[in-house]
Antibody, heavy 125, light 112 residues
């Protein structure tokens, strides 16, 4: 059974940093890209960024709203994906989900076939 | 402001059919497959449709997807009260050198 479990959320002051973890099980973690998607309170889904599998270079892409502040990394030996969030702003307050990404054959696109339960990040003074 | 446009809400009676639209552009829906996600109250989103019209194992055939040009549609037949949820379309946007994930703003389905 595929499972994704996020951790590391909490209350943090503006300008500070926080690192989220996504621990995966039930599949060969290294074979998949992983995304982070967030949802502000009462709002819709926002794709934050993703990291490709090592087979596709292990490279990362980010939404414009977090580029330069957030960094996604992965440890395939531990089946964990990370989201390092620096220079946090109040507008980063959201539930953060990690997803397992499936590549669409013949394209550079992905869809998200499994989601974790999410972890809440609150940025407030 | 979401890249993809969905109606904020739709409603229908139990047993009826409803459709939810998702409008984009040539850089996203027009050139990429669309997926749909269901988010029941207080839970994480779940994949409902991928590659425009395919259903993952376990998703009933009451749910269907289609795409035409720069728009996509989710259809739900035989509505049940348990279908009350928020529905999101998603795809990849290739307007920049590297593709990025994008979602619609979500549609709240009410089963009257």
């Amino acid at each position: 059974e595929v499972q994704l479990v996020e951790s590391g959320g909490g209350l943090v002051q503006p300008g500070r940093s926080l690192r989220l973890s996504c621990t995966a099980s039930g599949f060969t973690f290294g074979d998949y890209a992983m995304s982070w998607v967030r949802q502000a309170p009462g709002k819709g889904l926002e794709w934050v960024g993703f990291i490709r599998s090592k087979a596709y270079g292990g490279t990362t892409e980010y939404a414009a709203s977090v580029k330069g502040r957030f960094t996604i990394s992965r440890d395939d030996s531990k089946s964990i994906a990370y989201l390092q969030m620096n220079s946090l702003k109040t507008e980063d307050t959201a539930v953060y989900y990690c997803t397992r990404d499936v590549a669409v054959a013949g394209t550079e696109a992905y869809y998200f076939d499994y989601w974790g339960q999410g972890t809440l990040v609150t940025v407030s003074s | 402001q979401s890249v993809l446009t969905q109606p904020p809400s739709v409603s229908a009676a139990p047993g009826q059919k409803v459709t939810i639209s998702c409008s984009g552009s040539s850089s996203n829906i027009g050139n990429n497959y669309v997926s749909w996600y269901q988010q029941l109250p207080g839970t994480a989103p779940k994949l409902l449709i991928y590659e425009n019209n395919k259903r993952p194992s376990g998703i009933p055939d009451r749910f269907s997807g289609s795409k035409s040009g720069t728009s996509a549609t989710l259809g739900i037949t035989g509505l049940q009260t348990g279908d009350e949820a928020d529905y999101y379309c998603g795809t990849w946007d290739s307007s920049l050198s590297a593709g990025l994930g994008v979602f619609g703003g979500g549609t709240k389905l009410t089963v009257l």
